[in-house]
């Protein structure tokens, strides 16, 4: 198994998450629910990204050209995390559900931009072995994590 197909696994649990937010945020009446449910996304994705960043950062001494997609992938991120924190800083219940609302519609393109664009871009970057690797890296660390 490579770390791209452990990323892409993450993506289809995220936009199932998302749904079922997206779902419950019509019944959202309150700041604090409002502040949950974007931390629990926060929560979602913090360490996904932060796989992202690493893998983007290894690729970057090996791709010669589409730099640009790992800068963009890091400007989604920042982007993201930006529309996130503004649920937090939200004066009305109003603006905090068009906030996270705003985070799951700009997650859901860049997932797509990264299974089209990032992720081929890395496996052709990164030896075969490299990508099994950090996927078993990956593993480890998933098992080691405490349950619940
Ligand atoms: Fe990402
Ligand atoms: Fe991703």
Request: aromatic fraction near 0%; charge should be neutral; proline fraction near 0%.
């Given at each position: 198994m490579k770390i791209t197909e452990i990323l892409v696994a993450e993506h289809r649990i995220f936009l199932s998450v998302f749904d079922q937010i997206e779902r419950a945020l019509s019944g959202v009446t309150t700041l604090t629910e409002a502040r949950k449910l974007a931390r629990l996304v926060e929560g979602m994705l913090e360490s996904h990204a932060g796989t992202e960043t690493e893998l983007a950062y290894l690729a970057l001494d090996h791709v010669?050209?589409?730099?640009d997609q790992l800068d963009r992938l890091h400007e989604e991120h920042h982007e993201i995390d930006t529309s996130l924190h503004l649920v937090h800083l939200a004066g009305d219940v109003a603006r905090a559900r068009l906030m996270l609302q705003t985070a799951l519609g700009a997650s859901r393109r860049h997932f797509a931009f990264e299974e089209q664009s990032v992720f081929p871009l890395i496996e052709s970057a990164l030896q075969s072995e490299t990508l099994a690797g950090l996927a078993a890296t990956w593993m480890q660390r998933f098992e080691a994590q405490p349950a619940g």
């Open positions: 010669l050209q589409d730099k």
